[in-house]
């Protein structure tokens, strides 16, 4: 039942990987933009190893962190001649890290050749993103060896904790029929580009979703872009934080059906009507979780 996706605002800010820690993170490895060996424009010199694969990626990050910059300015910066500059920026614009614009200032000037500006991509932030992931899975892995997975999903449930704050005054100040919405509107906010979608009794849950279809009518709660999927992969504790977070705010059972966390294309998540919600509350936990119902999968807060 989820619609088409909605357009991907990758701007989260409560994410694992958008910390001021893992800023500069692996920022001369291979998988960060301006890890190729060569692009088109490229002077025809041979690659300086590490140093030129790192210059790149520094001239990359540069973008990333100040937004659109002229090459000049770039090239002051980072203490580049504008031959090396050139060379880097079309590299980076061959291998998709990074797009040309035009100086909003010179638009309107009739004479003289318009400034050229560069921008990061979606493809270049995402690079620098993979590194986050890195990290925060490091992070979590050893606090699971030196910790145990109690203090993982512990992490997990302080985390959540912060958003569910911020979510509570937007969900619970809207009507009960736009809840979901409200919740999916916050979440595209923090970069989910999520979506409610009313479901009829019956209806059969999203195509590839791995959890049962829900018997009940209700919504399902769409989110077609996860930022911290790479780290849910491997540590479920987060996606099941959320979805007990979800359970509170909405103030009603909810079964986790798919995440793309799991290889599904959609993270979806049923949510129960509320008048037959109201009447599973006395088997719910002091902390409105969802019970272990015939309308959970097999795993309960499956993920």
Request: aromatic share 4%; glycine share 12%.
């Amino acid at each position: 039942m989820c619609g088409p996706s909605h357009v991907i605002v990758l701007r989260g800010r409560n994410d694992l990987r958008h910390t001021d820690v893992v800023k500069y993170v692996r920022a001369t490895e291979s998988q960060v933009p301006g890890a190729a060996t060569s692009g088109a424009g490229s002077s025809g010199l041979p690659e300086q190893g590490w140093s030129e694969r790192g210059t790149r990626a520094r001239v990359a990050r540069l973008i990333l962190e100040l937004g659109p910059s002229s090459a000049a300015s770039l090239g002051d910066r980072l203490g580049l001649t504008p031959a090396a500059i050139r060379r880097h920026l079309d590299s980076l614009l061959a291998e998709g890290m990074i797009e040309t614009r035009v100086a909003r200032a010179q638009r309107s000037r009739g004479r003289g050749r318009p400034a050229r500006l560069f921008a990061i991509t979606d493809a270049g932030r995402s690079a620098f993103e993979h590194a986050y992931d890195d990290l925060a899975t490091s992070a979590l892995r050893f606090l699971a060896q030196t910790s145990g997975p109690a203090a993982v999903a512990e992490f997990a449930r302080r985390q959540l904790a912060e958003v569910e704050h911020r979510y509570a005054p937007l969900v619970t100040g809207a009507t009960a029929e736009q809840r979901v919405q409200a919740l999916a509107d916050a979440l595209s906010t923090d970069g989910y580009a999520a979506s409610a979608t009313r479901v009829p009794a019956g209806d059969q849950g999203p195509g590839g979703s791995r959890g049962v279809s829900p018997r009940g009518s209700g919504e399902q709660l769409c989110q077609h872009h996860c930022p911290v999927a790479h780290v849910a992969a491997e540590f479920p504790e987060l996606c099941e934080a959320e979805t007990e977070a979800f359970g509170r705010l909405l103030g009603t059972p909810v079964q986790r059906l798919a995440t793309i966390a799991r290889g599904d294309g959609v993270c979806t998540t049923h949510v129960t009507d509320r008048s037959l919600g109201a009447g599973t509350a006395r088997q719910q936990g002091p902390q409105g979780q969802e019970p272990m119902t015939d309308i959970q999968g097999p795993e309960g807060l499956s993920i």
